[in-house]
């Protein structure tokens, strides 16, 4: 096991935490360009927004629907951001991920990693009786993945340098479902969305959501957390 380090940001703003993971990111950057033979301690982020669209770098400003004025209203912002992937929306009681790992020194490459955080959502999505998936050329976690009734429970953004990562994913728990009526989510026009409340018609315990989340990252990423 590799050792990481575990951080709970609670709900913060979401250009502060991004301002904190990239601070981390540099830092990890930067020790592994000075010493590439260096000790590498992973960190996790577990965090909550409040109402914010993100646009990936690749992604089309089109796929946010509303205006200026209309984010405004709706308590949102928008921010341009470096992960791939395109627009995606994240609020209170969704539990975001920020896994900034080395994954060179975890022998995997950057499809294996992206394989490996929708892993940890579907084996945590089980512990509640729901069967997840993947679905083909579309990055994430979703539910009916194969059928007209697609919907996905979890988007995956991520940015890589010299195998170093941030960004991460963001996986619906009590989310209010109503703002990704003003997106076309991550670009799609096609296909739904859901989240945990949703599936099983009540509302869920958010705490033990993250305890089952962060279980699944020790076991999948074979990581010790202090």
């Not at 260096?38 to 770098?57: A, M």
């Not at 984010?71 to 949102?76: D, E, I, R, T």
């Not at 928008?78 to 627009?87: E, L, N, P, Q, V």
């Not at 940890?120 to 999505?125: E, N, T, W």
């Amino acid at each position: 096991m590799q050792k990481a380090v575990f951080k709970d940001l609670g709900q913060i703003e979401f250009g502060e935490a991004w301002k904190f993971q990239q601070g981390i990111f540099n830092e990890m950057l930067q020790s592994k360009k000075m010493q590439p033979t260096y000790s590498i301690t992973h960190e996790l982020l577990f965090c909550e927004h409040p109402h914010v669209y993100t646009l990936g770098k690749s992604g089309n400003d089109s796929n946010l629907l509303i205006n200026e004025k209309e984010l405004a209203k709706y308590g949102a912002s928008f921010f341009h951001i470096d992960r791939g992937g395109d627009i995606t929306y994240h609020g209170p009681g969704q539990l975001v991920a920020y896994p900034i790992f080395d994954i060179q020194t975890l022998k995997i490459g950057i499809k294996e990693y992206v394989h490996r955080l929708e892993e940890v959502v579907i084996q945590s999505l089980a512990e509640y009786q729901i069967e997840a998936s993947r679905l083909e050329g579309a990055t994430g976690v979703w539910l009916d993945a194969e059928k007209p009734s697609a919907r996905k429970i979890c988007a995956i953004g991520v940015k890589a340098s010299r195998f170093i990562t941030m960004h991460g994913f963001a996986f619906n728990i009590n989310t209010d479902l109503n703002y990704f009526n003003y997106i076309n989510p991550c670009g799609f026009v096609d296909k739904g969305v859901t989240s945990l409340s949703k599936e099983l018609g009540q509302a869920i315990d958010f705490e033990a959501v993250k305890k089952i989340v962060l279980h699944k990252f020790i076991k999948i990423f074979d990581l010790n957390f202090d």
